[in-house]
């Protein structure tokens, strides 16, 4: 086991996938956040998990040290339904990942509760008045750039 260090974590934007809104969040081990082809392969795994009505998600595209993941996560209420995508390092070949696979590393989870926490503040908050811009608007900038 190594020690941990903090990677660096960043919005990559918003963007729209078959009606959903989504917040892409960029992680990587070493050297720049994912790359175009990265992310578009994490959105077409996006739009293959996404079910089939409008809504709000986001996905975590990682360039591990063993794998590029991408944790496809959406909300509905107060419930957050995540599947796991992966590839070889190097391609953009992503396949889901089998239920009795991993969920998340502790990197990808830390974007996860800042995701938790601002849907809490902006959305769950205020019932009746959920404030689901800002909550879009949320900067998941979760760590500090990697040594």
């Given at each position: 086991m190594i020690p941990?260090?903090?990677r660096t974590?960043?919005?990559l934007g918003l963007t729209r996938v078959r009606g959903w809104n989504v917040k892409v969040i960029g992680i990587t081990a070493e050297g720049s956040l994912p790359d175009d082809f990265e992310v578009e392969g994490a959105l077409r795994a996006a739009e293959l998990e996404l079910p089939g009505r409008d809504g709000i998600a986001f996905v975590?595209?990682?360039r591990g040290t063993e794998a590029l993941w991408a944790n496809i996560c959406w909300w509905q209420?107060?419930?957050l339904y995540h599947r796991l995508w992966r590839a070889d390092l190097g391609t953009t070949d992503l396949r889901k990942?089998?239920?009795d696979g991993p969920t998340a590393c502790v990197w990808e989870l830390l974007a996860i509760d800042h995701e938790r926490r601002a849907w809490i503040r902006h959305v769950l908050a205020r019932p009746h008045d959920p404030d689901f811009i800002g909550y879009l608007a949320a900067d998941p900038i979760v760590e500090v750039e990697a040594a």
């Open positions: 941990y260090r903090p974590t960043r919005s975590v595209v990682h209420a107060d419930i990942v089998p239920s």
